[in-house]
């Protein structure tokens, strides 16, 4: 994949794209294909393993030392949206929200629950697909198009850290621990630095992208800017997909974290035949294509995936099943 300025090859997308369709989800996933599929993203449940989970009585007649001791021998699994309905006594369906998979009272926090067996189940993560869950969709996609070797990939250009900017603060940053006093009296210090930015004259921060990148054209869709990159969308059936990229955040790897790049937000080959969209407030990815395709993606096991109808609304209310 490598970046360009022309931006001109996303504009069929906008065409078929409805921006009053906010309710619907072709507010970010173009109209007119024969079918569509949406490919959930997995949740994370923490448990005890070979043991149950202690009530709540339990757990509030211990001490803080047997609590502490018992929040160590905790797991943290990944966790499908069907194992997390059946924790919940709710029912798993196309349009079904995670919210209301987790019976979250109004008002309620709906990003962590705990299940009537004492299981606490963390959501989705939004805007974000797992690469090797992408790598599988990819393997699909790539049998489906006469052009695999020709696309294009969006990046939404909000993420953190993703492009440079002229100004004085960086892009992001990574702060170190340490219990050395002089360094901390040097972060105290850069505490009151703001303060003292109006009388600087900005300067380039670093993003991930380069410069060149970072202020040149973008593919412009309602309510979202993107970066455009052209290249084989064959790249990503490789279930190292993320290690290749040139979105690849190798200054994060610098800091001790593991390799990664996020996952694209557009994703579709020359000839059109299909697109993948995984929209930045969205805790699914969503599928265009061809019935044949559609039915192969939501028959693979190894995700779970179910196909939704055209203008299907996926609104944070429109679970009306599970209300």
Known sequence: MQWTSDTSAGDW??????ASANATMHAVVPHGFPAYARVLHPATVRSLPDRPVPSSDEYERMSEAARQSLYDQYVDEPVTWAETAAAFGTTLHPLAQWQRIVRTPPGGDWTV????????????????????????????????????????????????????????????????????????????????????????????????????????PRLRLPGRDHVLFRGAVSDFS?????????????????????????????????????????????????????????????????????????????SWDADEVNR
């Open 113 to 216: 629950r705990l299940s009537p067996d004492g299981r606490e189940f963390t959501g989705p993560i939004e805007g974000e697909i797992p690469a090797d869950a992408l790598a599988i969709i990819a393997s699909h996609l790539v049998a489906h198009t006469t052009t695999p070797d020709a696309g294009f990939a969006a990046l939404w250009e909000g993420r953190g850290g993703l492009l440079g900017h002229l100004g004085h603060s960086p892009s992001r940053a990574f702060l170190p621990v340490s219990d050395d006093p002089n360094h901390q009296a040097m972060l105290d210090r850069s505490i009151h630095d703001p303060f003292n930015t109006v009388f600087r004259k900005p300067t380039w921060q670093e993003g991930i992208l380069s410069r060149e990148v970072s202020e040149g």
């Open 238 to 314: 490789d279930p190292d997909w993320n290690l290749h990229v040139p979105w690849r955040d190798r200054e994060a790897e610098r800091h001790g974290f593991p390799p990664a790049a996020q996952s694209p937000s557009l994703v579709w080959p020359d000839d059109r035949a299909w697109v993948l969209v995984t929209e930045v407030d969205h805790d699914s990815t969503l599928v265009a294509g061809s019935v044949e395709l559609i039915a192969e993606i939501c028959g693979d096991d190894r995700l779970e995936a179910l196909p939704v109808p055209e203008n299907a609304d996926l």
């Open 13 to 18: 997308l906008r065409e078929r794209l409805d």
